[in-house]
């Protein structure tokens, strides 16, 4: 920081030890706040690694004495939830509508936001009315679809009614709306058309919405319940939520089982969210072009 030329040493430690005292309660609060959003995590595990006894015992201790690792053992060698094939279907399922989303929606956003023709806006207009559609209202004509190709227990029924997201396409329009015409104009000399303007320039320079609104679907596909529960009615076809609701309508309710299932299942978001979060915070720009 460059001082005024009228003001001394004194008064310029006096202003930076002012930012100092200005800058703790904004540390506290951000503390504390950070401190709340941890409780349900710091939950998951002291649970996850305590007995029975220790959940619900009148007595709270902070964390375990021994921590029973073997609950995780337990867990996956439990012959009533097949825990290890209900993850691995919802990774299946979770990366797969991923790219299938992605792919589908951004060649949408950028046909609304590039290509030029006839009722342009009316085309938008009704991907956003059905926005304002409630899911309950398109869920029994879906399973009826579903079940009259007969995709009940399928990867087909799971993935592909979930893979046209009308807001993955809104995401995608305003952002290519925003993308410097300039690369798209200069790819159009040297003879490229749409398809190839869209893989050649467009994409590589747009990582960072493609990775926000992929985060966004992963996470919308690996927490989905209701539509995995009703169409993956076999034990083979469970996803990990399904897995983790047996838990809650078994005539015994294992807690500690609960609790370790629950912090596994959300082990894989946690590695999305880390992988992906310097393109997600650079996802909220309007430009897409590295410096």
Known sequence: MRRHPTSGPGEYSAGRACR??????????????????????YLLIRNGLATEADITGPEWTFF???????????LF???GVPMA??????????????????LLASLAGYGLARVAYPYANHVFYAFLGTLLIPSAVTFVPSFVLVSALGWISTLRGLIIPTLFSALAVFLFRQYFLGFPRELEDAARVDGLGHWRTFWRIVVPNTRPVFAAVGAIVFIGSWNSFLWPLVIG?????????????????AQTI?????????????????VVFLVLQRHIVAGTERSGIDD
């Open 64 to 74: 375990p004495d021994s921590p029973h690792w073997g609950n995780l053992r337990e």
């Open 233 to 249: 009615q076999d034990r083979d076809a469970w996803t990990v939520q399904v897995a983790l609701a047996t838990f809650t309508t």
């Open 20 to 41: 100092r005292f200005a800058r703790g309660p904004r540390l506290v609060l951000l503390g504390a706040l950070a401190g709340l959003f941890l409780i349900p995590f």
């Open 77 to 79: 060698d439990d012959s």
């Open 254 to 270: 294992s807690l500690h089982e609960l609790f370790i299932a629950a912090a596994v299942s959300i082990l894989p978001l946690l």
């Open 85 to 102: 094939h209900a993850l691995w279907n919802s990774a299946v399922i979770a990366v797969l509508t991923t790219a299938g989303t992605l």
